[in-house]
């Protein structure tokens, strides 16, 4: 039995819903690797599963190292604009077994992270004393 290949999976996927570009599901999969590496200790660690605010963070940073102030209107441009979109993404990458899962995993725990503007926008503003990289907690984890 030959593996599929990622492309062929992403390419049907997109066939049969066409809400995000397939650029969208290759960002994804490479932010999960940056996620894994961000949340193993210096890559030591062997990979592990990662939490929906794990991925939701390094989603975010790897946008932000990868397009800078342009991160949002790439989102944009792919059909992202909120954390439930990437949950949308992970999860047909589930049913089409390129990610895995665990039991508690659901889209509902995309909801309600940070918004697209604090996340790509704010740390470009003039003024700002946090670095575009450094992560930040969605404000539920917010005291």
Known sequence: MQPIE??????????ADPRYHRDAYFFVREGLDHAQRRVTK???????HVTAHELLD???HYGLEQYGPMAITVLAEWGITKGEDFGEIVFQMIEARLFSKTETDQREDFKGSYTFREAFCEPFLPGKTTTPTEPTAPESAKV
């Open 58 to 60: 390094g989603l975010r």
């Open 42 to 48: 210096n890559g030591k660690e062997l990979p592990r």
């Open 6 to 15: 990622f492309d062929e999976v992403v390419q049907r996927i997109t066939q």
